[in-house]
C-alpha cells in the first residue's frame, strides 16, 4: 500500500529539481526546492508507516522547523537582491563569473 | 465522570473569558470612528482600488508574514512535548523552557528592532 | 505506539559543552544587538566572541586531556564525542577564532544591508560610521552548527547541523561593504545552490531511512546486507547523501558555486568559509561513509573515485585560468578537497583506516591555517574601490611590500606542499596512506594535478617579484592588530607544521587511535 506514496513523493522531488533546474525567478525556484523539502516529510512518514516506528514522523516536525527558517533567510536573501536590481530572475544575476 | 471535569472547568472558563471580554469591551474601550472603521469589511486593512494583474505588496506584508512563519512554526515542538508530558517530567519541562527562552530572545530582538511596528 | 511509556533522554551536559557555549554566547549575542545602544554593540561582541570561541577551545582540550575519549555516543547516541571529533573541534575553534580577529575589521562589513547600494539610505548609513554588528552573533550560530555537524551521529542531527552551519553562512556572504552587487549575488547563489543541495541530503537519508528503518548511523550500518530486496533504496539514498555531502565539500561536479561565492562574499567570511567548513564537513562525510556505510565501500569506492579525480583535475586545471585572487584561491580549496578524498577512499583493515583519518586530521589542519592566513594577505592589499582583486594588480608587490609578498609566497608554497611548509606533510601523509590501499593511480593523478597546481602557484609568486610595479598599484594597508596577529600566527603555524610537525601528527594519530565510536 505504502508504494503509492511512494512514487508520489518521488514524483514531486523530481517535478521540485526539475524546477529548480528550468525555473528563472528566483523566488520560484525555491518554492521549488521547498517542494522537494516536502517531498521528503512525504516520503519520511510513509517509511514510518511502513517500518511502524516514529522516527519519522519526528523527522518530519525538525524538517518543518528548518525548512521554515530556509524560507525566512531565502526571502530575506531574494528581497535584498530585488530591491537592488529591480529583478528576481536569476539570469540577471550575472556578475560572478570568470 | 471525573475524567471530563477538567475539561469541563476549561470550557466553563473558556466560555467565562469570551462573555467577560465581548460585555467589558463597550464601557472600557475608546471609541473612535474614522472611515476605515465604517467601510465594508475585508480583511481588517483599509480596502484600496488594486491596480490590474496584481501589482506589488508593500515590503512590510511580507516582513509580517516571515515572523508568523517563524514564531508559528516553533509550536510544532509543544505539541509532542505536551502529549508525553507527565514522562518527560522535570526533564522535559526544563528543556521546554529553554526551548521557549530562545525563540523568546528572537522575539526581543524583533521588537527592539521594530519589526512588530506596521509604520 | 499507543500509551508507550517514553523516558526522560540524558544528555551528557558536559561532553557537549563545547557546542553549548558557543550556542549559549550566541544567544546573548542577539540579545546584546536587541538592548545594547549601538555604539557599544561592538565593543561587547568582539571579547563575547573571542571569549566563547577561546572557553569552548579550552574546555575541548580538557576533555581530552583529562576525561580521555568517550566509548560509547552522548546524548541517546545522537552526537558522538569521540577522538576524530575532538579534534576537529580544536581545529574549527582555533580557526574561528583567528577569523573573528579578520572580522573586527569594519572595513569589511556593510554599514546597513537593508539599505539598497547606491541609494540615499546608503550614504546615511555609511556616515554613521558604524557597521552591522550582526555579523558575531551569526559567526557563533554558523560555528556552533560546524562542530555539530561533524559530530553528528545520526542523520536527522546532521542535517540539522548542516542548516545551522550554513543558513547564518548565507546571509554573512551578502554582508560586503564593497562591491554590493557582487556580494548578494554570492549570497543568492550559495543559498539557492545550498538549499538545493540539502534537499537531495534529505531525501537520501529518508531513502537510507526507508532501507534500514533507522537514522541511527550504527543501526544503518548493522543492517546492511540484512534487508532483502531494498538494495535500490539503499544505493539510491548513498547516492543522493553524497551529493548533499560533496557540495559541501565543494567536489566536483559539485563545485560551481565555491568560486562565486568565494569571490563575492567579504573576504574575512571567505577565509571562515574557506577553513573552517572544509574541515566540519570532512568530518561528516567521514562519518557517514565510513561508520554508517563502511561495509558497503565496495559499493561507493569506485564512484569515489571518479570524484576524487575529477576534482582534483578541475581545480588544478581551472585555477590556471583565473585573474582574480579569490577565484584562484577558491579553485585551489577545490583541487585540495580532491587531495583529501583520496583519503576517504583509503579505507582497508583498522590499520589502514587509522593511517588514513590520521592524515586526513592532519591535513585539515595544515590546510585550514594556511588558507586563514593567505586571505587575510588579500584583505590587505587594496585599490582606491576597495580589495585589488585583480591578478594583474598584485604585478610587483614584491617590491613594494617585500615582507608581504613574501608571506604570501610562502602560503601559495604551502599550498603546493613544498619541503618544509605544512602542506607538504599533510600532502605526503594521505597520498601514503592512500598508496597503502592500492589506490596507486589516484595517488599518480594527485601528483600530476599537484604539479599543475603548483604552476598557478608559482606564477603569482613570479608576478608578485620579477614585474615591475605599476604606477597606479594598489595600496598595502597598514594592518590592523587583528589582521597582522592573523597572518603572523597562520605563518607560524604553517613553518611549525612544515618544519617540526611531529607533536600535531601524533595529537592526530591518537585521536585517530580509536577510530569513531560506534
Known sequence: MTTHYLVLSALLFAIGGIGVLVRRNAIVVFMCVELMLNACNLAFVTFARQHGNLDGQLIAFFVMVVAAAEVVIGLAIIVMIFRTRRSASVDDANLLKY | ?119 | MNGGTIEAPTIEYALLAPMLIVFGAAIIGVLVEAFAPRHLRKAIHMPLTLVALLGAFLLTILQAVRDGVPTTPAAMGAVAVDGPALFIWGIILILAFVSTLLINDDEQFVAQAAAVPGSNDEEEAVRSGYAQTEVYPLLLFSVGGMLLFPAANDLLVMFVALEVLSLPLYLLCGLARRRRLLSQEASLKYFLLGAFSSAFFLYGTALIYGYAGSIDLRAISSSLGTVAGQDTLLYIGTALLGVGLLFKIGAAPFQAWKPDVYQGAPTAVTALMASTVLVAAFGAVLRVFWVALGNLDWDWRPVMWGVAILTMVVGAILAITQTEIKRMLAYSSIAHAGFLLTGVIATGAVEQNRDALSAILFYLAAYGFTTVGAFAVVTMVRDAGGEAGHLSRWAGLGKRAPVLAGIFAFFLLAFAGIPLTSGFFGKYAVFSAAVASDALPLVVVGVVSSAIAAFFYVRVIVLMFFSEPAADGPSVAVPTVGTSAVVALAAAATVVLGVFPEPVLSLADQAASALFVR
Open chain 2, 1 to 119: 465522570m471525573e475524567l471530563y471535569a477538567p475539561i469541563l472547568v476549561l470550557a466553563v472558563l473558556a466560555a467565562g473569558f469570551a462573555i467577560f471580554s465581548v460585555t467589558i469591551a463597550p464601557f472600557t474601550g475608546p471609541r473612535r470612528w474614522n472611515r476605515a472603521k465604517l467601510d465594508a469589511y475585508e480583511c481588517g486593512i483599509e480596502p484600496t482600488p488594486q491596480p490590474v494583474g496584481g501589482g506589488r505588496f508593500p515590503l512590510k506584508y511580507m516582513i509580517t508574514a516571515m515572523l508568523f512563519i517563524v514564531f508559528d512554526i516553533e509550536i510544532i515542538f509543544l505539541y509532542p512535548w505536551a502529549v508525553a508530558f507527565d514522562q518527560l517530567g522535570m526533564f522535559g519541562l526544563v528543556e521546554m523552557v529553554l526551548f521557549i527562552v530562545t525563540v523568546l530572545v528572537a522575539y526581543a530582538y524583533v521588537w527592539r528592532r521594530k519589526g512588530l511596528d506596521w509604520d
